[in-house]
């Protein structure tokens, strides 16, 4: 079926079917306060800047996004990770997604190398006052504190792939686009963060998974 958009372009509707999955669905009972102070966390490091801005970030629904993969974790560093994935979004809306870094890949290179010394030290003097490395600089202080030395470090590594994902997404754009679903997948698969999202399940669940089993 084709359905006719404002600009009279002929759009094909497709109907997706219903999804089944067998598994109920799960959600962490905290879900609500850990969202609401994620909120309180952002303004008060300025990465939000009044209502517009601050429900711009709370309708990425982070905090049950990564509830529902994480029901049983521990609240505090529940919190962490769900402050990270409401940054990531915001962070990939900044820094990689607008403006002119997004068709350059040497021109997001500065910014990921500060990111990964931020992550790496700690060292808020490296943020240069930018409200998003001054948060993840919160965030990584936050980490360290709570996790293991193991877990800190594969979820450094992890914004390695990540932020290298999105040097190849800014060269492909430069060029015009992936040439086929194997360029796409093999970027994708990197690129949208998911790498440090999946690092931080051992962090959440507080449980260190050993390196033979990962």
Not at 81 to 92: E, K, L, Q
């Amino acid at each position: 079926m084709s359905v006719h958009n404002d600009t009279g372009i002929a759009v094909r509707h497709v109907e997706i079917p219903p999804f089944f999955c067998p598994v109920e669905p799960v959600i962490h009972p905290d879900v609500e306060v850990v969202h609401r102070r994620s909120g309180r966390w952002a303004r008060h490091l300025g990465l939000v800047r009044g209502p517009a801005e601050l429900e711009r970030w709370n309708r990425t629904t982070a905090a049950e996004f990564y509830g529902g993969m994480v029901p049983e974790a521990v609240t505090e560093h529940f919190q962490i990770a769900a402050n990270w994935v409401y940054w990531g979004f915001s962070f990939d809306d900044a820094h990689c997604d607008e403006g002119e870094r997004k068709t350059s890949a040497a021109g997001f290179v500065p910014i990921a190398a500060r990111l990964l010394r931020v992550l790496e030290t700690g060292d808020e003097a490296l943020c240069g006052g930018d409200p998003h490395l001054l948060g993840l600089c919160d965030l990584a202080r936050s980490y360290r504190r709570l996790a293991t030395p193991t877990q800190t470090e594969r979820w450094i590594t992890a914004h390695r792939r990540w932020l290298y994902g999105v040097v190849q997404q800014n060269a492909l754009r430069a060029r015009g686009g992936p040439r086929g679903l194997d360029d796409y997948l093999a970027v994708r698969l990197h690129d949208c963060g998911g790498p440090p999202t999946e690092s931080m399940f051992e962090f959440a669940n507080a449980a260190e998974v050993p390196g033979s089993e990962l």
